[in-house]
């Protein structure tokens, strides 16, 4: 094992994208992960027991954990930090951060933001999901960052790590909203422009993974509760269009959206908000519509833009597997080490 990452929510897509090398230790999990999967000897509950075992494994390198700004897993993480620097000293320490709700608000006085920064010193390296969450880092610990090797490495976004590529089959005429149909993604803005666009021959179809909720929809729309990962997958390769119109909450952003990337990674046009952390990465992508948060006069406008232009060409290589980001994080932390050993002092 070359990785070990603890996490908390497991969800199907982080086991999917998991690279060979990395154990995960997850510490609760979401509605939507696939107990098939979890059966994996690589993703375990997290113990104190199965982490220091794994701490002493002679090929570990790196451990991830929860980023700073999940306030609650954070300092929980400061304390999986403080065990491995004891049983492995030369471990490099590394988290992935994508909050997009701004820092300043949720650590409303200066001691606590200078409280963070100084915790945020003892990760040897950051990546950023978005560009989104690397402004919002920047702004609020801009001195702790320059302390940190840093860098934006967003997700992959031209191919499933399950499918593989996208293929060129036709696709059928449905706009796929995944996700509890919640207010703060948007749904009822969606159900309103649904309506003012009346696009005929569509079907709306919202694969919701907790199938709580029992929203009331228009003709041509229908709910799929609880559907299994591979109908998810099936779902995202024959739909023409993902929807998601997040909107902002009192408290919450949307930070990047899994709809939105594995859209994309399965070749759908996505209509989303400008409220993702990834909307200044994705402003000149092809096959994405941003729309106005909140206005279903202008979602509308992006649904019928997506509708009405069927695919983009095969898109070109985007964004960063999970293994391409560990990778970057053992490198950037070896030549750390490597100037600090041979610079004058
Ligand atoms: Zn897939």
Redesign the pocket.
Known sequence: MQSLRILPDLRSSVVEEKHPGQVLLFTSERDDSDASLTGDSMVRPFSWRTFVDALRDPDLELLEVAEPLWLGEWRKALRYVAVAKVVRPRITVATYAIENFDARERLATRAGRTAMGVSMLGLDAVAFGTTGAYENHRRAFGWALRRTRHAVLPPRLDA?T??GPSTAAPREPVVLFLGAPSERKGFPVLLEAWRRTAPEGWRLVVADPSGDETPELPPGAEVRRQPAREAV?EL??TSAVVVMPSVRRPGWREQIGLPLVEGL??GCRVVTTTETGLADDLRAHPDVHLTTPGDPDDLARGLREAMDRGRADRPERRGFSKREVTDWWLAATKTRRRAATTSPR
């Open positions: 499933c399950v499918c997958h995202l390769r990674a399965h």
